[in-house]
């Protein structure tokens, strides 16, 4: 039957009722209840044929492909077959489902962004992301990796996310996640006191800790923030974390100070016969940086927290003044300060009006006798008391108004009066004895020979082995007091460990070097200090340079001193003048000023009770320059007015030759001059006074 052996027809069509990642399920309708059919298709590249026998009952087929590869197109084509011969052929396309992503990683978080990361598992499939309200379809491209950031979102929050893969319309089981956002900690509002710290948080955290030391506080729970019993004055470093149960999230830190506790039994002591008075505490407990004091508007800082107690000068005796007291941790200080009231010592003023008083008795008695006794003395006409040679030496404070005459005066006639005052010091302090100094022994510790220290005010040295107690040094008086300085040689080879034990013995604060080493090829002075980091030795010392700043006409050092056999360390600071050129003056009177700016400030935060180091060369001529234009600045603020003359006299009687020569006891006046208008340019001076200047300039040009 040939009607037999002819092809038989087609399916009509071939449904696809589900589909998974390895598996499509078809159905259709059987061609007149033919029971055999074949099914073709490419699985990986390889042909393959599967034959379908469908159950005799029923009119429909259903049958499962598989397995198969997810997210894949295939082409299939079913046969009908009837005593074997095949149908000619139906042919339909359809796909399975692409597979989910192993997993979304939260690669980076801030406040508001949060970005996902992950691995494409086939480069032919998209992916949506679904987060925030926010769907996302990202279409295939070449690269391997999905990186994507999100924004803006709310700070502190868990947003939830999902992500499909999407195949040709098919989508993958979703992958579920969750990113949370990070806290802004510094905009919370924190209560700080002495002992606590506290806020409320708002955002997803689920522990808040504080940290100092190792020590670490943690928060009981919940939004409110709580942290007691702190360390006063101690920086803590405050962290809140948020635990999705596979890991532990950072969400914010932020370093916040406690307030420092105060400074506790504040007094005061009489000091410097009423013209100042000492400010003592005990320690605050816990930690601090500065002890902060104020006294009639002005603000001192104690840096050195084993100091306990400071100098208040610049007070009028027989007074009370308002001290406010406080304790700084780095920028952390309590709101309201310790404030007490201080009395200066009153002795001086009580005396001084109990002589006043006598005095005044002594004078009318005078009178009283004189009137009666001797009318003829009151009839004379000259007054017995008026000028004599006698009075005109001594005291005399030039005023500020008065100091541009002054100059001027001394300045006519080729300077002729700064050259008879200069000569009027030459014979000053010279009938003094220099008995250690000229001891056959000491004779190599001198620098040179005619600059040798008088006996009453040179300083000595400790004296244990039976060694020296001479160094080429005096005590020199400054504006408060008879020591505030020590002049002192240039060290030479031979006399740098004594230097170094002056130093350590006389607790020296800060050294004033007003020379080079070298200076036009001669050694001016040893180089006393390491020359590297490298520590170095000198006797029972050991010196470290910390830092060094050098600037275009100084360099500032700090050296740590060490006692090898105390181990107690202390730090020195090393004020180092480079610009005083071989054979000159500085440039201008302006840099030598600021210089003494800078060590006058370290002198006030540091240095005041013990003398400051200052030397050149021989140590008398700039190192007496520096010294008095240090102590006449302090004399112009504070008292309207300067002794020039008056005070290298002074000195004169300390040390000889202090302020060397004649250009340098000019210079003093110009600097004086120029602080009094520090703005002036030189060619503009309002004292219409231009020769002076070029003669002035004329003479500091000897200057050394
Ligand atoms: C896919 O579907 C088939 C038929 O419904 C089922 O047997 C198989 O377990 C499914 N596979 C997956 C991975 O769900
Ligand atoms: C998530 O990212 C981190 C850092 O990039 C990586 O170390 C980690 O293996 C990733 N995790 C997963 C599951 O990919
Ligand atoms: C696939 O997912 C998208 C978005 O998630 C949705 O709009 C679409 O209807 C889904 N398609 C199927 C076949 O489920
Ligand atoms: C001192 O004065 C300064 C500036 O006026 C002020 O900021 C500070 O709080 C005061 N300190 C004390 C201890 O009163």
């Known amino acids: 039957n040939c009607q037999l052996s002819s092809a038989p027809e087609n399916v009509g069509e071939v449904k696809v009722v589900d589909q998974n990642e390895t598996s499509i399920t078809l159905t259709w309708e059987k061609v007149n209840d033919f029971s055999y059919y074949t099914l073709r298709y490419d699985e990986n590249g390889e042909p393959k044929v599967e034959i379908i026998n469908a159950p005799p009952q029923g009119t429909s087929v259903k049958y499962v492909v598989s397995p198969l590869t997810p997210g894949t197109k295939y082409s299939f084509t079913l046969i009908t077959v009837f005593e074997e011969v095949h149908s000619t052929g139906f042919s339909f396309d359809s796909v399975t489902v692409p597979l989910v992503v192993d997993y979304v990683n939260v690669t980076d978080r801030s406040l508001t962004s949060v970005t996902l990361t992950w691995k494409k598992v086939n480069k032919a499939w998209g992916y949506v992301l679904e987060i925030n309200g926010v769907r996302e379809t990202f279409t295939p491209d070449q690269s391997s990796d999905v990186s994507h950031s999100v924004t803006p979102l709310k700070p502190g929050t868990a947003h939830n996310f999902s992500l499909v893969t999407v195949f040709s319309e098919l989508n993958s089981t979703a992958f579920s996640g969750r990113a949370v956002t990070t806290i802004d900690c510094a905009s919370v ?4 006191s002495t002992s606590s710290i506290q806020g409320t948080v708002e955002g997803e955290f689920t522990s808040a800790t504080a940290t100092y030391n190792l020590q670490t506080h943690v928060s009981p729970g919940g939004r409110d923030v709580s942290f007691t019993d702190l360390v006063s004055g101690a920086t803590y470093e405050i962290s809140l974390k948020y635990n999705t149960s596979s890991e532990l999230l950072d969400q914010c830190r932020h370093d916040i100070t406690v307030f420092p506790s105060p400074p506790s039994n ?3 002591d009489y000091y410097g016969g009423g013209y100042s008075a000492s400010v003592i505490w005990n320690k605050p407990v816990g930690v601090w940086t500065t002890v902060e004091v104020n006294v009639t508007g002005e603000s001192y800082k104690v840096d050195d927290i084993e100091e306990q107690k400071i100098i208040i000068q610049g007070l009028q005796p027989a007074r009370t003044y308002q001290v406010s007291l406080n304790s700084v941790s780095g920028h952390e200080r309590r709101s309201n300060s310790l404030v007490f009231s201080c009395s200066t010592d009153p002795r001086g003023v009580i005396a001084g009006s109990v002589i006043g008083v006598l ?13 009666l006794k001797r009318p003829d003395i009151i009839s004379r006409k000259k007054p017995f008391i008026s000028g004599s040679k006698q009075t005109k030496t001594k005291g005399t404070l030039i005023p500020v108004a008065r100091f541009p005459d002054h100059f001027n005066k001394l300045n006519v006639d080729d300077n002729r009066g700064f050259s008879e005052e200069y000569e009027d010091l030459a014979p000053v302090g010279t009938n003094q004895t220099q008995k250690a100094a000229e001891l056959p022994d000491n004779k190599v510790r001198n620098r040179f020979k005619n600059v040798l220290p008088y006996d009453w005010c040179r300083v000595k040295l400790s004296t244990l082995n039976g060694t020296s107690d001479y160094i080429n040094a005096n005590y020199m008086p400054g504006y408060n007091s008879n020591r505030e300085y020590i002049a002192s040689q240039g ?19 800060g050294i004033v070097m007003v020379t080079n080493c070298t200076e036009g090829g001669k050694i001016k002075c040893e180089q006393y200090w390491p020359a590297d980091i490298k520590p170095c030795l000198y006797g029972e010392l050991l010196v470290t340079v910390r830092s060094e700043e050098q600037n275009l006409n100084w360099t500032i050092r700090e050296f740590s001193v060490e006692h090898k056999n105390t181990s107690e360390e202390r730090s020195v600071k090393h004020f180092h003048f480079t610009a005083w050129p071989d054979h000159g003056v500085p440039e201008g009177s302006e840099v030598l000023i600021q210089f003494r700016e800078l060590v006058r400030r370290h002198i006030e935060k540091e240095g005041a009770r013990a003398p400051t180091v200052v030397h050149c060369s021989a140590g008398v001529g700039r190192t007496g320059t520096i010294i008095a234009l240090d102590v006449l600045l302090q004399q112009l603020e504070k008292e309207r007015g300067v002794g020039i003359k008056e005070f290298v006299h002074k000195m004169r009687l300390n040390r000889p030759h202090m302020v060397q020569t004649e250009s340098q006891y000019v210079f003093l006046h110009q600097c004086i001059m120029d602080s009094l208008q520090p703005n002036q340019k030189p060619e503009d001076n309002i004292y219409e006074n231009a020769d002076l200047i070029y003669e002035n300039a004329t003479a500091l040009r000897e200057l050394r």
């Open 359 to 371: 005095l005044f008795c002594l004078l009318v008695c005078l009178a009283v006798f004189i009137f």
């Open 189 to 192: 509002e924190w209560h700080v």
């Open 266 to 268: 504040p007094h005061c």
């Open 491 to 509: 060290p030479l080879p031979a006399t740098v460990n004594d230097f170094w034990k002056m130093i350590w013995e006389q607790r020296v604060k």
